[in-house]
């Protein structure tokens, strides 16, 4: 989860390069609750890992660059 647009589009490109994602990440604009003023999202950069590669903390502390979080479904 990242708090714009910018941070997110950065961190999708940072993140092929860091980790070797060969997949592109999902950009997703997440809404805030009652809120459509595009300033009052925030962005979801969805990455698959269905084999267990990248590890937690490296991610954490990856989305914290852009004052993001990771999230889990």
Not at 16 to 26: D, L, Y
Not at 31 to 43: H, K, N, R
């Amino acid at each position: 989860m990242l708090p714009d647009r910018d941070a997110a589009e950065e961190a999708a490109e940072a993140l092929a390069e860091r980790f070797g994602v060969a997949e592109e990440p999902q950009l997703v604009r997440d809404a805030l609750a009652g809120e459509d003023d595009a300033e009052d999202a925030q962005w979801l950069l969805v990455v698959e890992d269905p084999r267990g590669r990248l590890d937690p903390k490296e991610l954490d502390a990856f989305a914290g660059e852009w004052d993001g979080w990771r999230e889990e479904p």
